[in-house]
């Protein structure tokens, strides 16, 4: 499926394009907004990377992995970055990841992000489970994905290597029928 457009009252899901460069390696290159995630803060060459690899997977046959821009409706500002990479060994299964950046943060618009992955996957491509993971200190992704609807399902212990060591991951999990876009 492409392009993917998909959109709530303040948010907005799209293709993320070459031009989106700046403002993703402004979440992914901040220290604070990269703090929980599984990696280190990427340098504007990573950032021009990932982007690139996004635009080209986008474009494949068949499509596993929606790597999208997550855009304020208002303003048309890009603030957040959304994935869902399909499961190779689970059928009609993905993983599910978000970065918001943090002068988005506080306002509900990780909720907003969530649901607006959780539909897309769902209700566009007919998914049956989308689970995603979670640094163990970060609170505010625990509440998140509480919100949307996904349920705590487990530790996976020392996923991530970060900062020079060894890090757990919670995970969050949720079934197509558990899904309501409003809960």
């Given at each position: 499926m492409h392009p993917v457009t998909r959109s709530s009252t303040r948010l907005g899901l799209r293709e993320l394009a070459l031009t989106d460069v700046e403002a993703v390696h402004a979440i992914y290159g901040d220290p604070v907004a990269t703090q929980h995630l599984s990696f280190e803060p990427r340098n504007r060459e990573q950032v021009e990377e990932i982007v690139a690899r996004s635009v080209v997977a986008a474009a494949e046959t068949p499509r596993?992995?929606?790597?999208?821009?997550?855009?304020?409706?208002?303003?048309?500002?890009?603030?957040?970055?959304?994935?869902?990479?399909?499961?190779?060994?689970?059928?009609?299964?993905?993983?599910?990841?978000?970065?918001?950046?943090p002068q988005a943060w506080g306002r509900g618009y990780g909720v907003e992000t969530v649901r607006l992955l959780l539909g897309f996957g769902f209700n566009d491509l007919g998914l049956h489970r989308i689970w995603g993971a979670r640094a163990p200190l970060n609170v505010a992704s625990e509440r998140t994905m509480a919100a949307a609807g996904m349920v705590e399902e487990g530790v996976i212990r020392e996923h991530v290597m970060k900062g020079g060591g060894w890090r757990d991951s919670v995970v969050h999990g949720i079934l197509d029928r558990e899904f309501f876009p409003h809960s």
């Open positions: 596993t992995e929606y790597a999208l821009a997550v855009v304020e409706q208002e303003r048309g500002e890009l603030i957040g970055f959304g994935r869902l990479a399909l499961d190779p060994h689970q059928q009609r299964g993905a993983t599910m990841g978000f970065a918001l950046h």
